[in-house]
């Protein structure tokens, strides 16, 4: 877009931002008068979701410039719509919708130029956004698929050994899964295997070492065992003290060897999901 179609954006803006309140929720009572399914979708006020969208919209107008700063705040955009359930066949909808709300607000300075110079940066944008919708889609579909098959992973460990106090296993990728036969430790142990998991990453890349590739953390009551399965996961089992250690040290390295199986198999969906 040339230099002198963004300032003719820009100005146009002025118009907009200075009631952004009512722009905001002008768009949302449009956008719902029309499509009435994805009201469901917007948990919030709509005010202040209005609010937000005009946030984000008067950050990408100001920065039309700079294409980079643009498209992350576009980017970013497009991540909370995942969030909302917002579908990809919604985008022209919304599209429709802004250019309406534009159109409303500016009244008689709206002109048929603008229309056509809005329309364009919207479907450049939303371009960046349908991709970026797309990939965080592909990710959160994946995630959900490796939480699956490290339950799997969970299910095998305490049915071989199930004296087990409790397991848990935590990725890099967001995916923490976990088993445990009392209540007091269920809210503890995977949030302590992900710090381990997190700490022990920084460490070595501080000291520039290797992984600390197994972690005892013994006490009166129960033992801990973690395990690190390269720099993506952890897997950690808590166990009675009386409990023979050659056991544990079984469980823990055979489970991570699996573990280890399937975050490999992630990274390759990952991959080719892009």
């Known amino acids: 877009m040339a230099p002198e179609e963004i300032k003719l954006i820009q100005k146009s803006w002025l118009h907009v931002i200075d009631k952004a309140d009512e722009a905001g929720l002008l768009f949302y009572r449009r956008l719902f008068d029309v499509e009435p399914k994805v009201r469901p979708l917007f948990k919030v006020d709509i005010e202040k979701q209005g609010r937000k969208l005009m946030d984000v919209l ?19 955009l497009a991540r909370r719509h995942v969030k909302y359930g917002v579908k990809v066949e919604h985008y022209p909808l919304i599209g429709h919708t802004l250019i309406w709300t534009l159109r409303k607000m500016m009244g008689s300075e709206w002109t048929r130029q603008l229309e056509q110079l809005w329309t364009a940066a919207y479907e450049a944008l939303s371009q960046i956004m349908v991709e970026e919708h797309k990939k965080v889609q592909s ?7 490796l939480e699956q098959e490290l339950s799997e992973v969970i299910n095998g460990v305490v049915d071989a050994f199930p004296e087990l106090v409790g397991i848990a296993i935590s990725t890099t990728q967001g995916a923490t899964v976990s088993r445990c036969s009392a209540e ?35 006490g009166n009551q129960l033992h801990l065992y973690v395990c690190q399965v390269d720099r993506d996961a952890a897997i950690g089992i808590l166990y009675p003290p009386q409990t023979t250690e050659g056991i544990i040290t079984l469980l823990i390295r055979s489970a991570a060897q ?8 992630f990274r390759l969906k990952e991959i080719n999901s892009r």
């Open 139 to 145: 990710f959160e579909y994946l995630t959900r698929y």
């Open 258 to 265: 699996k573990v280890k199986a399937l975050i490999s198999t």
């Open 58 to 76: 008067n950050w990408i107008v100001l920065n039309l410039q700079d294409v980079d700063t643009a498209l992350d705040a576009a980017r970013e």
């Open 184 to 218: 007091l430790y269920s809210n503890i142990i995977g949030s302590v295997v992900s710090s381990a998991l997190g700490h022990a990453h920084r460490l070595c890349e501080t000291a520039d070492v290797g992984l600390l590739e197994e972690i005892k953390i013994t």
